[in-house]
């Protein structure tokens, strides 16, 4: 079946504008996970969502970081005015559900903020 | 919060010989243990995982061993292939309790396997 998918695949942008990038999950996932991977270092969990329970956001680094998750499957990364320490590529992953599940992983979103 | 070390951050071996990582942990809660590998380019994909109610566990080449005491783990990967080389990281996680799931990762291991 279909993996889970991202898109864009790259995103270029300005210091300061707003840029969101989405995340398609396995269809019956339950469980959906953000991390950053930034240049030479591991992954950075940052916010994820388990069935209609409200989201645990403990990994965003600022409130400019804030994400969606709409009926319980596309979900939505936003990031508003940024910067360029918010270059990285984000990765979405879902598990059939929270725990011990295994985590299938997008290919990711590189963002270049210049 | 959970905090995970891996070592080396760099690994260097002749085909055929053996590779061996290893992580630590901070938070004794945790009790789900995964191994992913990277490829360049490429998204992570689980190789292998263990869970706090096992020490060992193979699946033919690559073994992971877990010492709960000691709060730390291991990969073993055995006759070591060109097609090994890529990134590997460890992570932790809880199945239960507060901050379930999410991962929490070691910062990889680049593995060069040279043949």
């Known amino acids: 079946g279909a993996g889970v998918s991202q898109s864009p695949s790259n995103k270029v942008t300005e210091k300061g504008k707003d840029v969101e990038l989405r995340c398609d999950p396995i269809?019956?996932?339950?469980?959906l996970y953000w991390y950053r991977q930034s240049l030479g270092q591991g992954l950075e969990f940052l916010i994820y969502?388990?069935?209609?329970?409200?989201?645990?956001k403990s990994g965003l680094p600022s409130d400019r970081f804030s994400a969606e998750r709409t009926g319980g499957s596309v979900s939505t990364l936003t990031i508003q005015r940024t910067q360029q320490e918010d270059s990285a590529v984000y990765l979405c992953?879902?598990?059939?559900?929270?725990?011990?599940?295994?985590?299938?992983f997008g290919p990711g979103t590189r963002l270049t903020v210049t | 919060g959970e905090n995970v070390e891996q070592h080396p951050s760099t690994l260097s071996v002749q085909e055929g010989d053996s590779a061996v990582i290893k992580c630590t942990y901070s938070?004794?809660?945790?009790?789900?243990f995964p191994w992913y590998k990277q490829e360049l380019g490429k998204r992570p994909q689980l190789i292998i995982d263990?869970?706090?109610?096992?020490g060992e566990k193979k699946d033919q080449r690559i073994a992971v061993t877990l010492n709960k005491t000691a709060k730390h783990f291991s990969l073993h990967i055995t006759e070591t292939q060109p097609e090994d080389s890529a990134v590997y990281f460890c992570?932790?996680?809880?199945?239960?309790?507060?901050?379930?799931?999410?991962?929490?990762f070691g910062k990889g291991t680049k593995l060069s396997v040279k043949p």
């Open positions: 969502f388990q069935g209609n329970s409200a989201p645990d």
């Open positions: 992953a879902s598990s059939f559900r929270q725990g011990d599940y295994e985590q299938y």
């Open positions: 269809s019956g996932h339950t469980a």
């Open positions: 992570a932790a996680s809880k199945s239960a309790g507060g901050s379930q799931g999410n991962l929490i």
């Open positions: 938070d004794s809660a945790s009790n789900y």
């Open positions: 263990i869970r706090s109610n096992v």
